[in-house]
């Protein structure tokens, strides 16, 4: 369920090009999830969130806090919404040592649809790689998802 969403009709005309009408949150991941260590392979993260937009003509903004560590892992992250790749982003191994890696991004998709869209992160790493390793504070994994008015 969006966190916030807008549905009167006339109050959303009324907004100016650039307003969110809503936000919905996936559930955050705590704890560390699985390398990938085989090429060429994409693996879901467990990070997936569900939005329906108002318009054709609307945007959804995907913002991701994604890290994690590795060792020497050369890597991609994915963005799909439904079966389709959306944007994909590289990650530069560093040297044979466990380093920490932020993978987070933002994206400004036009998916063009009022149907319920269903985007979620994928990654693939030729090395050693783990996301979310705990430290001394707890941390997360998360996907948010916001509907633009276009």
Same mark, same amino acid.
């Given at each position: 369920?969006?966190?916030?969403?807008?549905?009167?009709?006339?109050?959303?005309?009324?907004?100016?090009?650039?307003?969110?009408?809503?936000?919905?949150?996936?559930?955050?991941?705590?704890?560390?999830?699985?390398?990938?260590?085989?090429? =060429? %392979? /994409?693996?879901?993260?467990?990070? &997936?969130?569900?939005?329906?937009? *108002?318009?054709? #003509?609307?945007?959804? +903004?995907?913002?991701?806090?994604?890290?994690?560590?590795?060792?020497?892992?050369?890597?991609?992250?994915?963005?799909?919404?439904?079966?389709?790749?959306?944007?994909?982003?590289?990650?530069?191994?560093?040297? =044979? %040592? /466990?380093?920490?890696?932020?993978? &987070?991004?933002?994206?400004?998709? *036009?998916?063009? #649809?009022?149907?319920? +869209?269903?985007?979620?992160?994928?990654?693939?790493?030729?090395?050693?790689?783990?996301?979310?390793?705990?430290?001394?504070?707890?941390?997360?994994?998360?996907?948010?998802?916001?509907?633009?008015?276009?």
């Amino acid at each position: 369920m969006p966190l916030t969403k807008l549905n009167s009709a006339s109050v959303i005309e009324r907004l100016p090009t650039g307003s969110v009408l809503q936000t919905v949150q996936g559930t955050p991941v705590s704890g560390q999830l699985p390398s990938s260590v085989v090429t =060429n %392979t /994409w693996t879901d993260i467990g990070l &997936s969130i569900n939005i329906q937009p *108002s318009s054709t #003509s609307n945007k959804i +903004l995907i913002t991701t806090n994604l890290h994690g560590s590795s060792y020497g892992a050369n890597g991609y992250i994915k963005l799909v919404r439904d079966t389709t790749d959306v944007t994909t982003r590289a990650t530069q191994g560093t040297s =044979n %040592t /466990w380093k920490p890696t932020n993978m &987070s991004f933002t994206h400004l998709d *036009s998916p063009s #649809s009022t149907n319920v +869209l269903t985007y979620k992160i994928q990654y693939n790493f030729t090395a050693s790689f783990y996301f979310n390793i705990p430290t001394t504070i707890t941390s997360y994994i998360v996907i948010m998802a916001q509907e633009i008015k276009g």
